[in-house]
């Protein structure tokens, strides 16, 4: 029942809509309250575009030419018009984030991945959300997707959600979302077109404050020694949004800080897909790629630019080498574009990997394939406080 007064209240609060735009605030500055370009359900012409309706309703129908209520005892607890989560492709926020074919979002809706936002790689053709994540099991063997399922089962009883949560908002509020780049798909992202589209999951502790996150100061990728990779066919321009200049992560959100919140939880998230079991334990403060110090003359030499400089200790972030919600690639959603040009992780095996390594390192020390010894958590044999990845 409070979740049904907190969104009769919301609705209240932003009647308004319906004939104007009004003042502006968290949720009208976000995509989904854009007055111009936000919320538009074609079956809802009654209401303005960014209005909570498009989204709940009130009394459970509109009209009679949408979906049915959530379930034969009415709505759900959020007043959504259908149901909120039920599988990997059948998803509330899917209804709208499908593409241009077939959603409720007048106009469609197209979503790029990572890689091409970020990387600049325009071959990739993901276009939405849904797509995203239908790669892996059991749509594909050759690709990877966060299991949504998964995350439900994760954050249920954590940070103030419910077995009713959807696992999408794990990582975004709807309510403050942005868009990144915002409202263009037809481009990747630049400085004029920056938003901040996920929120700390810990942080819905206190829901009602609730915010985006990586658009303050002191949650940028510049907290740590930070390198941008390049931009897909290019050795001057770098991610996440194309300058020529800005390297070192004050454009960039820490997503190391955002993915840890989960991925450096006790006990780790479970994986059904790898049969059940428990995620590594990513402490990126212990390891090579992260906070843990690693430099020396023979590891700058086997680097590529741009993170040749010596004496540095670079941090990555984990969308440096991993989309958000899928990849093609085969295993633990590995980038297609990685620091300016491909990977292709078509299945576990050496080869496959290396493409990705390869990237960022020559690796003329070892006659053997990268995953043989790197992965995070792998330990050097002759010194177990060192790890190697």
């Known amino acids: 029942m409070n979740n049904m007064k907190t969104i009769f209240l919301c609705l209240a609060i932003l009647i308004f809509l319906v004939g104007g735009v009004s003042n502006a605030g968290t949720y009208l500055d976000s995509a989904h309250g854009n007055s111009t370009y936000g919320v538009d359900r074609t079956s809802t012409t009654q209401y303005a575009t960014g209005h909570c309706a498009h989204c709940h309703e009130q009394h459970a129908s509109i009209g009679g030419d949408e979906p049915s209520p959530d379930s034969p005892a009415g709505p759900d607890d959020y007043l959504l018009f259908s149901d909120n989560h039920t599988s990997q492709t059948v998803n509330f926020c899917f209804g709208c984030h499908r593409g ?9 809706l197209v979503n790029r991945s990572y890689s091409y936002r970020a990387g600049g790689w325009t071959s990739d053709t993901l276009d939405n959300i849904l797509q995203a994540f239908t790669y892996g099991p059991p749509a594909s063997t050759t690709s990877s997707s966060h299991k949504l399922d998964d995350i439900k089962t994760f954050i249920t009883g954590k940070w103030g959600y419910t077995a009713n ?27 004029g077109t920056r938003g901040y589209p996920v929120s ?24 740590y020694v930070y390198q941008a990779p390049y931009r897909s066919g290019s050795t001057s321009i ?26 450096h ?4 998230p479970v994986s059904t897909r790898l049969g059940n079991t428990n995620l590594r334990d990513i402490d990126w403060a212990a390891s090579v790629h992260g906070g843990k110090a690693s430099w020396s003359k023979t590891d700058a030499d086997e680097r590529k630019l741009p993170y040749k400089a010596e004496e540095k200790n670079y941090v990555l972030a984990c969308t440096d080498c991993h989309e958000p919600h899928g990849s093609p690639n085969y295993c633990y959603l590995i980038r297609k574009e990685v620091n300016g040009a491909t990977t292709a992780v078509a299945a576990d095996t050496n080869t496959d990997w290396d493409t990705l390594c390869t990237r960022c390192h020559t690796y003329t020390h070892e006659s053997n394939s990268c995953i043989n010894c790197h992965y995070h958590g792998a330990l050097h044999e002759s010194n177990p406080n060192q790890p190697l990845f």
């Open 100 to 108: 241009t074919v077939g959603g409720y979002q007048t106009g469609g």
């Open 265 to 268: 939880y006790s006990p780790t």
């Open 165 to 191: 949560s959807n696992p999408c908002i794990a990582c975004h509020n709807p309510h403050a979302v942005q868009g990144d780049p915002a409202n263009s798909a037809s481009s990747a992202k630049s400085s």
């Open 238 to 263: 770098y991610e996440p949004d194309g300058s020529t200049t800005t390297t070192d992560g004050t454009n960039l959100t820490d997503y190391v800080t955002l993915c840890t919140d989960c991925h």
């Open 200 to 223: 700390l999951p810990s942080d819905h502790a206190d829901k009602y404050v609730w915010d985006v996150y990586g658009d303050d100061a002191g949650e940028k990728m510049s907290n």
